[in-house]
């Protein structure tokens, strides 16, 4: 069983909502996508909508993973540079494997198809994304061929006296 990844999928509400809670589940179950446990849909819908402003306006595109019963089960955000100097390489965003699929392959397919979609992007040449600390994260890139290029010690409180690293991560692609 594999996922069936999407680049620029149709914005139905059924694929708005099924993003909103993989980024909700994923979130409760402790994975570092922007927020700490507990949070509602609510709590995650207005960074969902941020993104989506962003796909409208050309900004980001969305790597959607489908599971085998129909159900959004992984994304990725492509989002282009607006810095004239920074063009030639592209943000990832909001990595995610529902928790009922990780540890199956599916994140390392999700980060697969998302470097063959920037290969696929005129003068996109490296992909770069951050990661929080003390997750183990940092291995997971690696083992997709990222580099560790910056580390920004204690950067992110995810509680008090818990601070993380922000740890950035490079795939050159030429
Ligand atoms: C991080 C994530 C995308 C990985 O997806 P996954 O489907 O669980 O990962 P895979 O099964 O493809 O694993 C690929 C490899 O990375 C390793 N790996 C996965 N998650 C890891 C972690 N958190 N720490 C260390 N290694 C990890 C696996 O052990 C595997 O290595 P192996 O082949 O040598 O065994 C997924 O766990 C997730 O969505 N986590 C919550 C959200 C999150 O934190 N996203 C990162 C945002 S920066």
């Known amino acids: 069983m594999s996922l069936t990844f999407t680049l620029d999928p149709p914005i139905t509400p059924a694929l708005r909502d099924g993003v909103l809670e993989l980024w909700t589940d994923v979130s409760n179950a402790g994975g570092s996508v ?4 507990p949070v509602t849909r609510e709590d995650i ?7 989506m402003v962003a796909m409208a306006e050309g900004r980001t595109r969305l790597l959607v993973g489908h599971d085998a019963e129909g159900r959004v089960a992984a994304t990725a955000f492509l989002t282009f540079n607006t810095h004239r100097l920074m063009t030639h390489w592209l943000w990832l965003y909001t990595v995610m494997v529902h928790p009922r699929h990780q540890g199956k392959g599916y994140g390392r397919d999700l980060l697969a198809a998302a470097e063959r979609a920037a290969r696929g992007i005129d003068g996109i040449e490296a ?9 183990g994260l940092e291995r997971f890139y690696a083992s997709c061929g990222y580099k560790e290029v910056g580390r920004v010690p204690d950067a992110i409180r995810v ?5 993380r690293d922000d740890i950035t991560m490079l795939l050159p692609l030429t």
Do not use: S, W
């Open 34 to 37: 922007g927020f700490v446990p």
């Open 45 to 51: 819908r207005p960074e969902l909508v941020k993104h």
């Open 159 to 163: 509680a008090p006296g818990d601070d």
């Open 127 to 135: 992909i770069r994304l951050t990661c929080r600390g003390g997750l």
